[in-house]
């Protein structure tokens, strides 16, 4: 199994430092009014930022509950948002909705057969100089964050990587064979033509024969 750690693939800092939050999850200008022109009440504004701000940072959108409680409370500290106001990102309706919007706005590619192609592609041609599954999937991730696709999960790259690596090693394995048997059949056919020949020059067993004797007198 790989290790998640081994790889490129985003995820959240334990503990993330004041100057990640202030980096990267703090509302720019464009957030704040996507959001505005596309929740309507506090709590709907509130987690629509989250959301939005969690997935510029990881390129997927994680499970909302996984969500470090820092990342939150900085982005309501920014937002002024009192204390007790929850995000309204509970319900799977309202999750959608937002997954939706956010795509839509970021111009994000998120049709599955599409990704799975650009990822098979990208794999493929990492696995024919690369051995590790780790490499396949880091690499795969750098071309799928150039296209704008929406990340899959870990356990799915894992899975495409390892079944391409299988499928690219049989196929250099084959080659490999194959080029050992033309190289074969040469030497082969020099050494049966050299045998019959050997064969056909062998001299008469045997001492030399002796003339018919001379008729009596």
Known sequence: MTSIERTAY???TRAPSVKELREIYTPTSTDIA????TARGPAQKFGLMILLK???RLGYFPKPETIPGAIIGHIRAVMQIPADLVPDIASNHTLYRYYAAIREHLEIQSEGKHIRHVTAQAMHQAAQVMENPADLISAAI???VKEHCELSGFSTLER????IRNLVNRGIYQRVADRLAEAADPLATHCARRHRKLHCVQPHQGGPQKRDADPPR
């Open 54 to 56: 969690v997935y510029q």
């Open 160 to 163: 495409m990587a390892r079944r």
């Open 142 to 144: 750098e071309i799928l």
């Open 34 to 37: 996507f959001v505005a022109t």
């Open 10 to 12: 985003p995820r959240f």
